[in-house]
């Protein structure tokens, strides 16, 4: 069986397409008009080796938020379309990535609650000429929100905040990756609730 979610979302601000796929297919196209942020999106599907198809027109005359939140949302809402009732996946997945000088913790719960905890600081305030690197937290809520799961983003140290930033996509695809990993182990949901 394939897993795989589409979500389209339009507004008057953005018209996004994603396509996600936790199994089989690991091809990745993503167009969002945003170079920085298409690099986290795809260091994001390839260490997490999902296939992930993202295209986005947005406001980015504006500046780049309302694409980056949107594309968060459509990326969640597909994640809990591609898992379905979520039988027998492991639910949690936690990942350590460094890049350079820089350490990421992610720990992820795919409870059905949404929550994020993110810790992070950096002193460089734009990226790529039109990425604002306040929009990383915002991009994680709107994920964290849409993917209805428990997100933990934990930056320990770095000096670079391209390679702390990045450090943190990568983290989020592995740790993702183990919460949507089926185990034949497990009988029905990960919970004792019976549902998550």
């Known amino acids: 069986m394939i897993r795989t979610g589409t979500v389209q979302r339009r507004t008057a601000e953005t018209d996004i397409i994603v396509e996600f796929a936790l199994d089989g297919n690991q091809a990745n196209s993503i167009s969002t008009g945003i170079g920085f942020f298409d690099h986290m999106l ?9 296939g992930l198809v993202v295209k ?26 591609a898992l379905g009732d979520k039988v ?19 720990v992820i719960d795919l409870s059905g609650r949404p929550y994020l905890v993110f810790q992070g600081e950096w002193n460089t305030p734009v990226l790529g ?22 997100l933990h983003v934990h930056n320990l140290y770095g000096r670079n905040t391209h390679h702390i930033i990045e450090s943190m996509f990568k983290a989020t ?6 919460a949507v990993t089926i185990n034949p182990d497990i009988v029905g949901v990960n919970s004792t609730k019976g549902t998550i």
């Open 173 to 178: 695809g592995r740790a993702l990756r183990k």
């Open 88 to 106: 027998g996946i492991e639910r949690y997945g936690d990942a350590w990535v460094p890049m350079d000088e820089a350490l990421t913790q992610v």
């Open 42 to 50: 795809t260091l994001f599907a390839k260490h997490g080796r999902f």
């Open 129 to 150: 000429g039109n990425f604002e690197t306040e929009l990383v937290e915002d991009f994680f809520q709107a994920l964290a929100m849409s993917g209805a799961m428990n």
């Open 56 to 81: 986005a027109n947005g406001d980015t005359y504006v500046d780049a938020h309302h694409t980056v939140e949107d594309v968060g949302l459509a990326l969640g809402q597909a994640l809990v379309k």
